[in-house]
Structure formats: structure tokens, C-alpha cells
């Protein structure tokens, strides 16, 4: 089975501020020109699910008017950790204090007083056990990508901030991931 993952495109806020679970929207061109791309790459009759934050919602919208044939769902599992009160602040105001207790408990901490890591995890598990054997793509978010990545490794929790993966595409971009069903 493969996994397609895909990241919402360029969004729409100042580069450094949290925006997590923050509601924001994405360049409409780089929007309509990801879901082009995506179009042409994808096989034919893959389901798709989409995190319901506008971000994805957009890709999830343009990539169905070019692609009629994808069966689609939104998918609540499939949005970015929240960030609590950090959303929508710089990181440079949240302040390395902050940052620290965050990374010193990395998978209990709640950051801003919103989601802990060892659940975000298990959100995102919850939708990975459910795949089946079909071809699917997930329209998501960079957090949701790098988790999915630990999960496709076997990882279901992390305990140390050194331990989560840097990388993930770029916006509008994707991976593949190559799953026994």
C-alpha cells in the first residue's frame, strides 16, 4: 500500500510565528499549482483524506475539481499539534524559557497548554491503523508527516525533542510512504 503525504501549500502568515492548529489560509497560486502537480503524479482512484484546518482543506478542494475520480474525506486526526496559547505568537516571544520546559518533557509537555506530543502521536496512529490495503493520500502537515514517518518505522512515541525528525517537504510537496498492509 502506498501512503501519499502531502503538505498544505506556502500559508498565509509571517515566517516565525507558531500556527499549529492555528486557522490559516494558503497561497491560492501555490495552492492551485501543488494541486496540479499532484493531479499528474497521483494514480487513479486513490482515496484522499485532509486535515480540516483551511491550509489542507484548500489543496483537498483544488487537487478534487482537477481529480473528480478521488473518493475524499476530511479527517480531524490529520491536523497540525496545537499549540495552545503559543498559537499566533512569534517563537522568539514565546522565549527559550518556554521552549525548554517544552523540549526537557518532550512527550508530556503540553506547549502553551494545548496538546502534548505523546498524544498528537497517538492521533496521528489512530488514522495510520486504519489504513487498508488500498492506495490512499493524506493532505496534512508537516507535524502529521514527521509522525506518520516514526509510525511507518515503528515508532509509536518519542521521548527526547532530539529524537523528532527535521525533515518533511516542502509546502506543496510531497512523500511516499510504502506500507505492508
Known amino acids: 500500500m502506498s501512503l501519499w503525504l502531502v503538505r498544505h501549500a506556502l500559508p498565509l502568515i509571517t515566517p516565525g510565528i507558531c500556527y499549529g492548529a492555528l486557522d490559516v489560509p494558503a497561497d491560492e497560486a501555490a495552492t492551485r499549482e501543488a494541486a496540479q502537480q499532484l493531479a499528474n503524479a497521483l494514480p487513479e482512484g486513490i482515496a484522499m483524506a485532509w486535515s480540516p484546518l483551511q491550509r489542507c482543506a484548500q489543496l483537498a478542494q483544488a487537487l478534487s475539481a482537477l481529480r473528480p475520480d478521488l473518493a475524499s474525506r476530511v479527517d480531524p486526526r490529520l491536523r497540525e499539534m496545537n499549540f ?19 523540549t526537557d518533557d518532550f512527550a508530556k509537555h503540553r ?12 492521533r496521528v496512529a489512530e488514522a495510520w491503523d486504519e489504513l487498508g490495503a488500498a492506495p490512499c493520500v493524506w493532505i496534512t502537515h508537516a ?39
Open 84 to 102: 495552545g496559547a503559543w498559537e499566533g505568537r512569534s517563537w522568539e516571544a514565546i522565549g527559550s524559557q518556554a521552549l525548554s520546559a517544552w
Open 111 to 122: 506547549p502553551g497548554g494545548g496538546e502534548n506530543l505523546e498524544d498528537f502521536m497517538q
Open 143 to 181: 507535524g502529521v508527516i514527521r509522525a506518520t514517518g516514526l509510525l511507518a518505522r515503528g515508532q509509536r512515541r518519542i521521548d527526547r525533542a532530539d529524537q523528532w525528525p527535521v525533515e518533511a517537504p516542502a509546502y506543496g510537496g510531497w512523500t511516499r510512504i510504502e506500507r505492508l498492509a
